[in-house]
């Protein structure tokens, strides 16, 4: 399985309407598509989603990067996976975003020369029941309040919410929410690193009785001392997102207990072979983890579909992102069922990929 000749293919994608989080809006997503392709004929692809406010990576960065990185795979063998990753780790620092396409990649050619669907080759069973939650952006309350409204009468099994202005302002937002939906359906909120720690502790005091799940990333991501303290007197949970990339930063954050959660992500990660690494040390430490993305389309989605099947301590899936896009450019991969269940079958590999006539709308650089 020697690698032949590797594409890159920027791509664009605009959102239904813009997802607005702490950091700001975004309305389209730009992501970057990566095919390995090996002697035989036979390819791979994977996808990113490069979020410049919390990568620090941009498309055109990742597009760059990715060619230096394919430069590099040329004539190697695509069965050495952790070989492969480790090259491409010593050679580049960070750029987690692009990193996790190539990975996903490999990981889809090695799955598919096996002759088995992703979740089965990472050792997983497809008899795991996973449903999506549904994301309320951060807007003014009686805007969300509608929209979660909207979300419940959909049937989505439970809501994220994103917040993180102020804590006053986004307590209110909480409590109109309530109002319009309920008591009793699960919410789970977002800070995405918008309050420091005085904000944060009023907040989620502010909010001990209103049913909320767990909160993640309250904090900047680089404030372990504030988030060890804030979550000793938290009464919600606090689930470690931008303050975990990668299994150091797992472990770093659980030594010190300063989240009770992780939320895992492939663009994080750089992709599964490191994933795998987080689930284990939260699996050792008693810790459940939660899946989610950026904005990717059904083709990262359904990887991370198939990942989250392999370990019994995932237990929260945000897989909402495709549900955003005004467009879907995918053939075969996961399914959202009426009830929200997502769903895989047993085509080898990721069994998504992109229709040929979307990607050929983009520029494609070639490495070979
Ligand atoms: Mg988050």
Redesign the pocket.
């Known amino acids: 399985m020697q690698i032949d000749k590797i594409e890159i293919i920027p791509i664009q994608i605009k959102l239904t309407e813009p997802f607005v989080i702490s950091k700001g809006p975004l309305t389209h997503a730009r992501n970057t598509v990566v095919k390995i392709y090996t002697k035989d004929g036979n390819y791979g692809i994977g996808e990113c989603c490069p979020y410049r406010t919390i990568h620090g990576e941009t498309q055109q960065g990742t597009v760059a990067a990715g060619k230096d990185l394919a430069q590099l795979l040329i004539g190697d063998d695509a069965r050495e996976i952790r070989k492969l990753v480790k090259k491409i780790d010593k050679t580049l620092a960070g750029n987690a975003s692009i990193k996790a396409a190539f990975d996903m990649a490999l990981y889809d050619l090695n799955a598919k020369a096996s002759g088995l669907p992703l979740y089965r080759y990472l050792q997983g069973d497809n008899d795991k029941k996973i449903y999506t939650d549904m994301t309320v952006s951060l807007l003014e309350k009686s805007k969300m309040a509608r929209k979660a409204r909207q979300f419940v009468d959909d049937g989505f099994p439970v809501l994220k919410v994103k917040l993180g202005e102020t804590a006053s302002k986004d307590i209110e937002r909480i409590i109109a929410i309530r109002k319009e939906i309920g008591m009793e359906l699960d919410l789970r909120i977002?800070a995405?690193q918008g309050w420091n720690y005085y904000e944060a502790s009023q907040a989620l005091d502010g909010m001990a009785e209103l049913n909320i799940q767990h909160c993640?990333?309250p904090l900047a991501a680089g404030d372990f001392i504030g988030r060890e303290k804030l979550r000793a007197e938290s009464p919600i949970p606090i689930m470690g997102?931008e303050s975990v990339f990668s299994h150091q930063d797992a472990y770093r954050n659980l030594a010190i207990d300063a989240i009770d959660l992780i939320?895992i992500k492939l663009g994080k990660s750089g992709g599964i072979c490191h994933a795998m690494k987080i689930a284990s040390i939260a699996q050792a430490a008693g810790v459940y983890c939660q899946v989610?993305s950026f904005s990717e389309t059904r083709l990262g989605i359904t990887a991370l579909t198939h990942f989250a099947k392999a370990w019994d301590n995932i237990i929260y899936y945000d897989l909402d992102s495709p549900l955003m896009q005004s467009e879907d450019p995918i053939l075969g991969g996961m399914v959202y069922q009426k009830d929200w269940e997502v769903t895989l079958d047993d085509t080898p590999g990721i069994g998504a990929d992109f229709d040929p006539l979307f990607l050929n709308k983009f520029e494609k650089y070639l490495v070979e």
């Open positions: 977002d995405n993640e990333a997102d939320n989610g």
